[in-house]
């Protein structure tokens, strides 16, 4: 079992007087002719002739800047340039074999070749991204990818990841209607539940890995954009009353880049059918929920608060103020450095501006450094020299920034765009 860091009481910043910054979403990933060594020589062939026809479809994934995801000195030199200290590592460039970033929903495969090859190109990822974490072992957590067609291989795989310190944990697909897999709520991965259980790898469940194949339609792009955060989402559901965190109490979810405002008031919404289901004197929700609620000995809130984090990407003011609802545990700051929407190469900025005047410091180092520090095992201690140089002081995050402070540049970033336009009198 990988030993997490025990970070609940942070009444004492670690690094002094400045905060160590732990962004819970980060992205990386190798070049794509640098997965090559790590494929098994049986798919060289066919991995030389699949470059021979991609087309890489993503802008940021060209050209100099491209190198943030693979070239380790830079990519430390630019985070401690932003104040980040550690970082936990999702997938952004493109694995071998498949037609786009694995973090989305993929198209179904055209034969079992192709889905084969497609895991062969998962695999190649986990085997780069361990070695690339192992060049700055104690400010990386590197998540693992894996596929749902084949529940063995994926255990197998969860294993391999936990011996090689891929601390991150495992990257959960989605499973939409269309994808040619079971849905979450089915008994089928009770395997992987677990074994991440037993092996203390946290599940994460990113933003835009659940949604569904849209079609080749101009509005589908507009679509996935108003609907991506609840298709990720429902998984809330689906592993609460399919019994997953009722069977497995020790282990931790993790809900990144969706937001954090959505908490409370679903968390409301569940636990009234959840009261309706149990004991609701004989009306139809009740019916539906003959054979499911009796084996929950907690509400859904109580699952949320005993095993449920954030990854809370860029968050918003109006959502920190809401900190006491969603669970200041439960709450972890990421920066989704080095996306275009993320707050990265502004996060000083952005934490001034979302958590200033609203949280005592001991709140601020929980979500901006303490809660990824216990879920993924970062060596808090380890972390505070580094801090010592590069991360946001105490005084600097005690008032907010102010709204013609924000750096116009910024504004590609939705947490400086509200936070520019949106009514607040702490910025004025």
């Not at 699949?50 to 890489?56: A, L, R």
Request: glycine fraction near 8%; charge should be negative; charged fraction near 20%.
């Amino acid at each position: 079992m990988l030993e997490r860091t025990n970070m609940t009481d942070v009444s004492t910043l670690p690094a002094g007087d400045r905060y160590v910054v732990i962004s819970s979403d980060c992205h990386g990933g190798a070049s794509i002719s640098a997965y090559r060594p790590y494929l098994a020589s049986k798919y060289h062939d066919d991995f030389d002739a699949w470059m021979q026809t991609f087309d890489n479809p993503y802008k940021d994934l060209k050209g100099n800047d491209a190198e943030r995801n693979w070239d380790s000195d830079r990519r430390l030199s630019e985070m401690e340039a932003d104040g980040v200290v550690g970082e936990v590592i999702f997938p952004n460039t493109i694995p071998p074999f498949f037609p786009a970033v694995s973090l989305l929903n993929q198209a179904p495969t055209n034969s079992a070749g192709d889905l084969e090859r497609r895991w062969a190109g998962l695999q190649a990822h986990n085997r780069w991204l361990a070695d690339f974490c192992a060049e700055a072992p104690a400010q990386r957590a590197g998540i693992a990818q894996i596929m749902l067609h084949d529940v063995d291989a994926a255990v197998e795989e969860i294993r391999w990841a936990a011996e090689a310190g891929l601390r991150g944990g495992v990257l959960l697909p989605g499973a939409p209607p269309g994808s040619g897999v079971p849905p979450l709520y089915a008994p089928d991965y009770d395997p992987i539940w677990q074994t991440c259980e037993e092996l203390g790898m946290p599940i994460n469940h990113h933003s835009g890995s659940a949604a569904p194949d849209y079609g080749d339609y101009p509005q589908a792009k507009v679509m996935f954009l108003l609907e991506v955060t609840w298709w990720a989402h429902r998984t809330l559901w689906h592993l609460i009353y399919a019994g997953v965190m009722e069977r497995h109490p020790e282990l931790q979810f993790v809900f990144t880049e969706q937001g954090s405002e959505w908490v409370p008031d679903e968390l409301a919404r569940l636990d009234m059918y959840y009261g309706r289901m149990r004991n609701a004197g004989g009306s139809q929700e009740a019916a539906f929920g003959v054979g499911v609620v009796d084996q929950m000995s907690l509400s859904p809130s109580e699952y949320f608060a005993r095993q449920c984090t954030l990854g809370s990407s860029f968050i918003r003011r109006h959502e920190v103020a809401l900190h006491e609802q969603i669970g200041t545990e439960r709450i972890m700051w990421g920066s989704d450095f080095p996306h275009l929407e993320g707050c990265w190469p502004w996060s000083k900025d952005h934490l001034k501006m979302s958590f200033g005047g609203q949280c005592t410091p001991t709140e601020i180092q929980q979500m901006v450094g303490g809660n990824a520090a216990r879920i993924y095992g970062f060596d808090l201690d380890a972390l505070a020299p580094i801090a010592a140089r590069v991360g946001p002081t105490v005084d600097q995050l005690d008032t907010p920034l102010k709204r013609d402070d924000i750096p116009d540049e910024a504004l590609r970033c939705p947490a400086f765009a509200i936070g520019k336009f949106r009514p607040d009198p702490d910025l004025d």
